[in-house]
């Protein structure tokens, strides 16, 4: 017997699915998995849910770019919970947090950032407005639009693009040869900014960026 047979699916045809990141155990979120979710989150390696408000299939970080690995799928002695323990990419909550979970019972009051999340800028991680200001730059890209500067850079094409981030570097030296920190953060900010547009000139998603950057950790 297939062993997704011995899942015990509701009458809606659900099973909860309770997201636990592997390296940390910190349980990041739950959500609900039918048949065919499950089996493309099996033969993927990524996490696939059912939406029960829209009644459709969605891949966790299809378009934020936070997906999911899956690293190990279990389900309970009763078979009607699966526990799934993976590697996340960047947040699991909408908010801009790893976990879901952060509003407490007993006592009453919200939990910060856990110790293991990207520090948080304005009420989002640092993760979330990367990934944001990626999503805009890519669907400027896709859907040009009339007066947008980023879709002008697309038209101009490679060259200007990469004469762009030359001179933001340029300017980012010269605002830190100046020492100054106003000059630093605002030419800096351009030169992320004309980064992430060669990023997806490349079609190099910034979640591979963020992963390369975790191999900086050392």
Known sequence: ???????KFDNNGLVPA????????I??????MNRESLLKTVETGVTWFFSRSRQSLWQKGETSGHVQK???MYYDC???????????????????TLSCFRRTI????????????IPPVYGQSVSTILHDLYHVVNDRKRNPQAGSYTTYLFDKGQDKILKKVGEEAAETIIASKNNSKEEVLY????????????????????????EELQKRRK
């Open 1 to 7: 017997m297939n062993t997704i047979d011995q899942i």
């Open 18 to 25: 309770i997201i636990q990141q592997e390296q940390t155990g």
């Open 27 to 32: 349980v990041l979120m739950l959500a609900y």
């Open 70 to 72: 899956v690293q190990e």
């Open 78 to 96: 009763d078979g009607d919970t699966l526990l799934i323990k993976v590697e996340q990419v960047g947040v699991a909550c909408h908010e801009g």
């Open 106 to 117: 007993v006592p009453q009051k919200v939990e910060g950032e856990t110790a293991v999340t």
């Open 187 to 210: 030419e800096m900010a351009d030169l992320w900014y004309h980064c992430l547009v060669l990023l997806v000139y490349h079609n190099i998603n910034i979640s591979e960026l963020l």
